[in-house]
């Protein structure tokens, strides 16, 4: 195979940190970001008189946004707690069509069903359990999924918090969800949400040793592989110094199905330094992304190899990522993310989306 | 010859002081910078016979504690993060969401918003809010712990005057200045007594093999030998090192004070099962035990340049829980009169959130908190801007909230420092005022 490369279009800035991509209908662009903002994104020219338009708003930071083509609805999440349906044909006031309280804490991510009729959605505070700051438990169920179409809570699970990242498989039936401590735990949603598996790794969590005795990093993206065959983990590289961001460019690849195994890893040869935020797969199934932060290193956003492992490309896109989106037909991704905030100034459009072309 | 009948008291118990309670009653502070005539004459005697003993514990939140998460929230803008301000006890008066226990005591705490200081980095954040000054090399000004423990310190003492509890033994920067001089021109003898993890102090028990007169024959020779080489070389370092001995011996006699094994599992449990929960517990029960001044630190947690709120979620609630359970607990035994307890860290972190989910280092507009001997519960002082990037009213420095703590102590912060061959120094220079606002 030809490695593929991006090639870079047009960057649109946004009033602040961009946490979370979708492509809605027609392949149109949604972000939510730390303003709390959900945006109508223009990525061509013209289509709306500014390059994006506020369409709804969550009392905190918005930290998803997720399309349902099959309800043709938008459901966001925010570090309110709360999901939000939202129909951008609406009239201005009538855009936000429900709202339901999915936790007392923030909803650290959330993911659409493949077949668009659930929402997951996870938290957890991280509060001091033990004398070295391990993880308390949880007060309230860390993971939740929701009915598109009614706003039921479907199922509830258990887990560590905080739990930061959750994926479904691509055939809908299983759900992974992974937490600060480098633990996964896998249900399978047919068989009523029965635990199918548990990946327990070491490797995305730090425990400071040079700046202070508590844990970060964690899982931070997760990503079923195109033939549900194995899981892929993203993240930082376990560092003792958590206020450095100094732990390596980390994605972990682990089956389940014969005892939980790690099947692949970045090559270290090949990674540099920072945490990384997300994972996507490139819709003809061969290569993944994985972006972030870099701390050190030549790059923050490079495309792996499904089968290999292999770097086929890397760059440095010059800001940290959160978010990142493939279109259909495979030829565009779009990064989202954002640059340094700098001193208060309200008018400074700090958050970032950029347009590549893949070739 | 007829003796003369002792004359009369007046049946104030001030009269009838045992020697040991009488010297117990005398700061080492007091002693050393006065005459033993002097000692005697009015009004000193007076006063200081009178004078209670005062505590301090600080809470040393090193790596310089966001304001934004904790004393000074601005929610809603665009530096203020994702975390809601809630009210307090104080009408008018709001604090970060996270310290939920600290806003039902806020009519005993007293907050101060607009300290404003110069130093960026660390090593100087620390030696600044360490010891109240900029390096003035090749002087070497005493800590705040030093000086406190040289002014409030009991000659008798076996308990050391001056305890850091420090659980975590590394810190960057920290540690650096762990390794250094905390005492400064003071001495040795001022130095703390470095504490933490297993909670013991290692190795100050006799050994079984030596009998208690062979321990005091060798330690009567140790003492002689010692005193007359301190004389004969006229040495301040053979002094200082003949303090520390007499230290370590009083160590031996009250290690079993940092067992935390023996304090109440209840109480354990309330103060949180992290590592700054225990020790603050532990330094309330030192304080109780006569310590005048226990420092409490923790590593730099506080250090946030990566993940801001995703740390702050899990240290402010226990910040939020150490500080209530230590106010209640030393207003609970009559004790939050004359114990001073201080919560602070070398400098605040930025309004911006950096490429790493981080705030960076900020001393131009921070925060700090007080409860207990000398404050005035309820105070709030001085304002920041809309995004708390910058004071606004009522800037204080470091030397203002050096003269601030003197003053609630009951000390002079204006008084000099008695030094042979020095230049002269101030527990406060500038003649820096109090923040009176919040002195009781």
Redo the contacts between chains.
Sequence with gaps: MNSPTLKKGKEIKLPSHVLDLTLGHNNQLYASCLDGGIYQISTVSKLLSKPYEEIARHDNFASGINWSSSQKTLVSAGYDGNLKWINPKGKEEKKETKSVKAHNFWSWQSRISPDGTKVATTTGQYLSGGYKYEPAPETEPSVKVFDIATGDLLHSFPHTPPVQSVAFSNNGKLLAAGNLMGEVILWDLEQGGKEIARIKTPDFTGWGIIKGHYYTGGVFALHFAPDDQSLYLAGMGSTTDPAAGNGKQLWQKFTWHDGVKKSGEAVKSEIGEGLMETLAFHPGGKFFLMAGRIFKGDWNAALFDHESGSRLHHQNVGFRISTSAFTPDGKLLYLGGGANQGEPDEKKEWGRVVIYQIS | MAKSSPAPNCGSPDHNLHRRKFLQGLSAGAVSTMSWAGLFGAPAFAEIAKKKQKHCILLWLC?GPSQFETWDPKPG???GG?F?SIPTKVPGTHFSELLPKCASIADKLAIIRSMKTKAKEHTQGINLLQRGHAPRPPFTRPTIGSVLAQQLGQLESKIPNFILLD??P???EFKGFKAGNWAGWLGAEYSPVRVGGEFQIPDAHKLDSITEDDHEAREALRKFFSKKYENDRKSAAAGSWNATFERVNGLMSCSHLFDLERIPQADRERY????F??HALLARTLVEEGAPFVMVA??????????NH??Y???V??LDNIIFQLTKDLEDRGMLEDTLVVAMGEFGRS????????RDHYPNAWSLAMAGGGVQGGALVGATDK?G?EVIEDPFNEENLFATIFSALGIDPHAEFQLDGFPTFHHVENKAAAIKQILS
């Design positions: 790596g803008t665009i530096t994702p809601k659980p975590c590394e810190g960057n949180g099962p992290g590592a929960g225990q923790n590593g730099m947690p506080w250090d946030s340049h990566v993940f995703e740390i979620q899990m240290v609630p226990d309004p911006w959130i950096n490429q790493a989910r981080g995004y990037a």
